[in-house]
């Protein structure tokens, strides 16, 4: 884009900068969200709740096939 293109366009600069910082910031958090280790971490401490009697086995199975599908959705196809 041209000189003049930016110079149209910079009154939106700041939005337009919010706006990638917010990009930047929901991919970040997807990646956490997705990362492997943090959906084993979670699934142990599920686990240890379940030994404890913190949970019930329905809640400790629902909560295991949501951290499953994360993990699942969260590793890469070959």
Not at 27 to 39: G, L, M
Not at 40 to 45: D, S
Not at 56 to 65: C, G, I, L, Q, V
């Amino acid at each position: 884009m041209g000189l003049l293109g930016e110079l149209f366009l910079l009154p939106a600069a700041p939005v337009r900068g919010t706006l990638w910082v917010l990009g930047r910031v929901a991919a970040e958090a997807e990646r956490q969200y997705y990362d492997p280790s943090a959906v084993t971490r979670e699934l142990a401490l599920l686990e240890e709740r379940l030994e404890a009697g913190e949970i019930d086995e329905a809640e400790f199975d629902r909560r295991e096939d949501e951290l499953l599908d994360r993990l699942e959705k969260g590793t890469p196809s070959t």
